[in-house]
């Protein structure tokens, strides 16, 4: 694949990323909060294409799951009876981008069968419905703060860069203590400072405009240098001896060179703040229970006996690694296209 | 080199004081304070709980409070934890001798993978087994170091043999000094793993890019001329014209590396700063998170400083600029 059509690709995954986030809803089978207290820590339905008698079928089918006596987290297959996975059933009702109701999804099987992609969690909670769910969470939250870290940082970068002298002086000054401390450290010892009960929904905004605020001194620091050197260039001094004002010169010559810098910054910045909500989350700091964070989820898997023996537990950790690999394909073609400026 | 290593050390010291200001005044606005939980008992009365704060002096303003904790830090105490009950300063050097020697293994061990394996695939460039390098090492750094922590938890828990968490067995304070020595090694194995595979792939990544530009360079195509041999031609000559921002590299981790070790330690239970930090925050206990928060910047500071010496050290025009 060329370098230009592997961007395109990865520019397209990631709105299909953004996309399953609006239509969470209809894409997963399950709501992600229901429980299943019968249900709990149940592996990966395994899904059948030939059943007891040998007989093939050309629709995917599972069995429903019953508790082997005497066990809390056992299950076996209830073979009398196959279960094929229907394409729109009707299931809990939602609502897309908390708007349009619905009660159809994508996929699913019959009551009282149940459809564990990615198996369930001690509350018997379907978990690939709550990973598809989380990325209206992490993803999201990840990006709200890198765009917010990103525009504070163009912000100040460019007054730095551009008014020079004493400003310039005390922002910098001031970014370098941002940075003096390492991030993880800074972003929880800011955290501390905040209300730990929070209702999800603030502790989302408030884990958002934490990240934002630690992360906005490398942006800027960036956007100064190009501000500075765009500033000297002849084209702005020749502009500048016509008579283009400040505001000209800025909206012109400097803002469209640092720009670029601002864009490839946040698509750098946006792993690295869902990594931030993700941990601050499996912390237990971030977005709390019920909502499904990618972080929150993990969690479980900080108990021994979870981690020992439910290992499908650790799958919804795994949704981050192309998540990011998208991001870096998307990172290297913005930087190649708006600083580099090579097609 | 005296004159400028005291000069970046007394920016360094400055930096310290003032992130150490602002962290103490941020975290003291924290509404609620360590006593709020006793609040919500109704064994307790309001004014006990008056007496308590009292002792504590958390009802004193923050003029007060600030100037104590001053105080404090110049007796080197660094405040008074209210969870462990004694000061802080002990506290944290035993913690941050721990956090020490895992992130120094980690960035040992780290670089002495990474240089081997950036020269090889820089020797190698645009073949197969370069192209090959170039996708681990892709695949490794989008795989966060909270998935690397719990991964290999996971791994080490399914094939066993392995201590799962902690720096110490349960009867270490029964061992002989050769066998303590052993123990912790063993229970050091998993975090420095986790923390080494963090790091490593902006290493390899880096130190391959640097030789890559290095190898163009014309007094290495006039050695490879002379028919000075390819391993020689790396170690001897390009990789040392790449150290200058190879150390750079070095001092620009360094923020990184404290980060991830804060979330492999708290994953992997290792007695460090991070898992400190986290119980401090729920415990909310305020002169704790400023201590901790003060201990990493003061690595990340010292980390930067070891590097501008060795920036120094290495290359001569460093030497020349900065006189």
Known sequence: MSRSSRGRFAVVLLAAVYASAVLAGFLAPYDPVEQNRLLAFAPPTRLHLVDDSGRLHLRPFVYALVPRPGTFDVYDEDRSRPYPIRLFPNGASYRLAALIPGDRHLFGVDEPARLFLMGSDEYGRDLFSRLIHGTQISPVAGLLAACLAVSVGLVIGGVAGFYGSVTDQVLMRVAELVMAVPWLYLLLALRAALPLALEPIHAFLLVVVVIGVVGWARPARLVRSVVLSARTRDYVLAARSFGASDARVLRRHVLPEALGVALTQLALLVPQCILAEVTLSFFGLGVGEPLPSWGNMLAGVQRFHVLASYWWMFLPGLALVPLFLIYYAVTDVLHRRLVLRSP | ?323
């Not at chain 2, 009292?54 to 100037?67: F, I, K, M, N, S």
């Not at chain 2, 490879?224 to 921002?245: E, S, W």
């Not at chain 2, 928060?293 to 990340?300: D, E, G, N, V, W």
């Open chain 2, 1 to 323: 080199m005296t004159r400028y290593l005291v000069t970046r050390a007394v920016h360094s010291c400055l930096l310290f004081v003032a992130v150490s200001a602002l962290l103490f005044l941020f975290t003291e606005l924290v509404p609620g304070d360590f006593l709020e939980e006793l609040r919500l008992s109704p064994a307790i009365s309001a004014s006990a709980l008056n007496t308590l704060r009292e002792r504590y002096g958390l009802d004193a303003p923050l003029t007060v409070r600030y100037w104590r904790w001053i105080q404090s830090v110049v007796r080197g105490e660094f405040g008074f934890s209210l969870l462990y009950e004694r000061p802080v300063g002990p506290l944290l050097r035993e913690r941050a001798a721990n956090t020490l020697l895992l992130t120094v293994t980690a960035t040992v061990v780290a670089w002495c993978l990474a240089v081997p394996i950036g020269a090889w695939s820089a020797g190698r460039r645009g073949r197969l087994t370069d192209r090959a390098t170039g996708v681990v090492v892709t695949a490794l750094l989008a795989l966060p170091d909270l998935l690397l922590a719990l991964g290999l938890l996971l791994i080490a828990v399914r094939v066993g043999g392995l201590p799962v968490g902690g720096m110490t067995s349960p009867q270490y304070s029964t061992f002989g000094a050769l066998h303590k020595a052993e123990d912790v090694l063993v229970h050091l194995l998993l975090p420095a793993c986790a923390l080494c595979l963090a790091i490593l792939p902006t290493l390899v990544r880096h130190v391959r890019a640097t030789l890559v530009e290095t190898l163009d360079a014309p007094f290495i195509q006039a050695a490879k001329a002379i028919g000075v041999g390819d391993r020689r031609l790396i170690y001897r000559h390009a990789l040392r014209a790449a150290a200058n921002p190879l150390t750079s590299l070095l001092g620009l981790s360094v923020a990184s590396l404290l980060s991830a070790s804060m979330t492999i330690e708290a994953v992997m239970s290792w007695p460090g700063l991070g898992p400190l930090l986290l119980t401090a925050i729920q415990a909310r206990d305020i002169h704790l998170i400023v201590g901790v928060a003060l201990a990493s910047t003061c690595f990340l500071l010292a980390g930067n400083l070891l590097a501008d010496g060795l920036l120094y050290l290495a290359d001569p025009r460093a030497r020349t600029e900065s006189r």
